[in-house]
């Protein structure tokens, strides 16, 4: 789980799995802290997906929403800080990172066209789509 900030305003929130497929996209105002609106996506990516069993989220969700997800039975791994002299891969965030460069890599995507938070998050799900029909 990870937050996309690339508009001025707006914040997207994704849940993948494993293999960096999309299971949950959330795009709300920017003025919604991380830790609130994670736990949102991650009740909405429950769900619809019950066999989920935990989740791994960067430094950025703590507290408020390892409480969110503690509370639903379910275990969460937080990630800590690559030190900044350092460069490690995280193998949980490298999947969502990767999963964000995909997404990039859509024209429509590279600017915010859509005025609704909800034709936000149905074009991401269309580039998702997409690229992995690019794949077959």
Same mark, same amino acid.
């Given at each position: 789980m990870t937050a996309g900030k690339k508009v001025k305003g707006r914040k997207h929130h994704i849940i993948t799995d494993t293999t960096g497929h999309l299971l949950k996209v959330k795009v709300h105002a920017a003025n919604i802290h991380d830790t609130v609106s994670g736990g949102d996506v991650f009740i909405g990516a429950l769900a619809k997906y019950p066999t989920?069993?935990? /989740? /791994?989220? +960067?430094?950025?969700?703590?507290? %408020?929403?390892?409480?969110?997800?503690? =509370?639903?039975?379910?275990?969460?791994?937080? =990630?800590?800080? &690559? $030190?900044? $002299?350092?460069?490690?891969?995280?193998?949980?965030?490298?999947?969502?990172?990767? %999963? #964000?460069?995909? #997404?990039?890599? =859509?024209?429509?995507?590279?600017? +915010?066209?859509? &005025?609704? %938070?909800? =034709?936000?998050e149905n074009m991401i799900m269309i580039s998702h789509f997409a690229t992995l029909l690019k794949r077959f």
């Open positions: 989920i069993k935990g /989740c /791994c989220a +960067d430094e950025g969700y703590r507290k %408020t929403f390892e409480n969110i997800v503690l =509370s639903l039975g379910k275990t969460v791994k937080i =990630s800590a800080k &690559i $030190k900044p $002299k350092e460069w490690t891969v995280l193998p949980q965030r490298w999947v969502v990172e990767r %999963t #964000l460069s995909w #997404l990039n890599n =859509s024209r429509r995507l590279s600017k +915010d066209y859509e &005025i609704l %938070t909800a =034709s936000a």
